[in-house]
């Protein structure tokens, strides 16, 4: 009998802490030892030349999530979390989202049955509070957070879903009660519906308004607003999406403050503007997301934010449409303003070469902030750091395989999810995961999957290290 299941031998291996040349012995999917000349082992993977890194955790995607009248997300749990293995993922955390006058509870054990035996990668929920009744307020959401839903986003924006102040305080105060980590999306909603009515009334309703429809004065705004309410009701909140300079600047003086207020960024923040949304005909649709993307001033707060740890997590806000597809970016005929084009982009399977390849290879940030916030943050923040996010003996064997320096020009075919489009196409990248392992289980290599679906499991999580 082997020492081990696996080893994988000569790599250069990063934490967010230090960089160290060992070979890590794996068994019973778990890592049992660091070390030299560990011994024999079943397989022995070959990491002479390469970069070992924990395998990334992308706490803030959308799964198979409702998405409104005839609009389908393009990604189910089997393609986003392949695309996410392939990209070097070993854990996503998408969103159960709870939609007006349906019980939580129920929601979430309809979110359950899409994903089991569906996954590559380890999943875990978010709760979206949509409808803070009485009932989910005082019973549902605290027996979901002893269950392990640890977190939940509430949004300020968007019909169906936007929150009022008193709503916001009222999440705010169960969280508080059963240390639960709040996560907003902040745009203020009445200053959006009413550019977007201006804007259709001035018959400029191409997809690149959308833009104009949502200014950083509405994310910065309500950035102010969530943070005032979460300081009034003595929580932890994650401002996830954070696009640019005024609203990453709101959170920095916060953080200064002492309050525990914590920011998150995404790749279409480093690498788009709006200038992107100004396509021939309605290729602008492709890039309609929310909040939108900015210019390079704003790019560049970005950059900084990241390198001075006001974002602690860069995720990649994966929120999958089909361009080419009447129930995705080209809604159904009639339907022609940019008001109608479903919000969100692909990016799972993108997040962790762009950031390795714009960031760490261009030397913007090094790989232990590099690991910090694309693995080892996301474990702290959603109750997953007993396990995940980090390569030391006793966690799982979550493990991506770098090679450093092959150089590729990015393309929506290598992405393998269930979009027909990335909004990265085109760029160079320098940097790309080659082998993924779950658990100890290679799961991508080489760009296929090699694992059965359903290797990945539903993780039940502790409480937010944040908290
Ligand atoms: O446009 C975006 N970001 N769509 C996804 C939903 C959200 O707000 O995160
Ligand atoms: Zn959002
Ligand atoms: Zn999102």
Not at 265 to 278: G, K, S, V
Not at 367 to 372: D, E, H, L, Q
Request: hydrophobic share 35%.
């Amino acid at each position: 009998m082997s020492d081990f299941d696996t080893i994988i031998r000569g790599g250069r291996i990063s934490t967010a802490a230090d960089t160290f040349h060992c070979d890590i012995g794996i068994r019973d999917g778990r890592i049992v030892a660091l070390g030299e000349k560990l011994g024999s082992a079943d397989e022995v993977i070959d990491a002479e030349g390469h970069w070992v890194l924990p395998g990334g955790i992308d706490s803030h995607v959308h799964i198979s999530q409702p998405s409104g009248d005839g609009i389908v997300m393009a990604d189910d749990f089997e393609s986003a979390t392949r695309s996410a293995a392939l990209g070097g993922n070993t854990t996503v955390l998408p969103f159960c989202m709870q939609e007006k006058g349906v019980s939580l509870r129920e929601a979430v054990k309809a979110y359950h049955a899409k994903a089991d035996g569906e996954c590559y990668t380890d999943v875990s929920f978010h709760l979206i509070i949509s409808d803070p009744t009485e009932q989910v307020l005082g019973q549902e959401l605290p027996a979901l957070v002893d269950d392990g839903y640890t977190s939940f986003k509430v949004f300020m924006t968007y019909e169906g879903l936007a929150l009022s102040d008193l709503e916001m305080l009222k999440v705010m105060a169960v969280a508080r009660e059963k240390r639960a980590l709040v996560m907003v999306h902040a745009e203020n909603y009445d200053v959006i519906r009413f550019l977007t009515d201006q804007l259709e009334q001035a018959g400029k309703t191409a997809p690149r308004f959308h833009a104009t429809s949502r200014p950083v004065i509405a994310e910065r705004e309500a950035t102010y607003r969530a943070i005032s309410l979460a300081e009034l009701s003595d929580v932890p909140l994650v401002v996830v999406h954070v696009s640019n300079r005024e609203a990453m600047e709101e959170i920095r003086r916060a953080q200064q403050k002492g309050l525990k207020i914590f920011g998150e960024t995404c790749p279409q923040y480093l690498t788009l503007t709006e200038n992107d949304l100004d396509g021939l005909n309605m290729e602008g649709a492709k890039y309609v997301c929310s909040p939108p993307p900015r210019d390079t001033d704003s790019q560049e707060a970005c950059w900084q934010g990241l390198q001075q740890n006001v974002f602690s997590v860069f995720s990649s806000d994966h929120c999958p449409f089909r361009y080419d597809d009447p129930q995705g970016k080209l809604t159904p005929k009639g339907r022609t303003s940019f008001r109608w084009v479903p919000n969100g982009i692909p990016g799972v399977g993108a997040r962790l070469p762009v950031l390795f390849s714009e960031g760490v290879r261009k030397g913007r940030i090094d790989i232990n902030t590099f690991v910090a916030v694309t693995a080892t943050n996301h474990a702290r923040a959603y109750g997953l750091s007993a396990r995940k996010g980090t390569i030391a003996v006793g966690m799982d064997a979550d493990v991506a395989i770098w090679n450093p320096d092959i150089e590729q020009t990015l393309t929506h075919a290598m992405l393998n999810d269930g979009s027909d489009y990335t909004p990265y196409e085109g760029m160079k990248l320098t940097g790309w995961p080659v082998t993924t392992l779950v658990r100890g289980k290679v799961v991508a290599r080489n760009g296929r999957i090699e694992a059965p679906k359903g290797h990945g499991t539903y993780l039940k999580r502790d409480l937010s290290g944040y908290v």
